[in-house]
């Protein structure tokens, strides 16, 4: 990672996840949106991947609740460490 990005922009803080995936997306060259994945804990993050047509992986927690098979996600995991070996 080259930074976290976060904040909901409904909360008045930062960008909103939409507005920072296209800041990224023009910091990396602008790859096309498949090229990336959203990683993250909560439904606006995968709501982000299916808006803009990317892998979503999931990191469940005691506050969401999520585990494996979760419908509609495409990998739920328990810890970011789990990530490398999946991709």
Known sequence: FKELYGYAEEQGVGLGKYANFLKIQKIEGDLPAEDFIVVGDGFSDFELAKQIS????????KWNGWKMPMRKCDTIINSISELPALL
């Open 54 to 61: 990317c892998p979503f992986y999931g990191i469940a927690n």
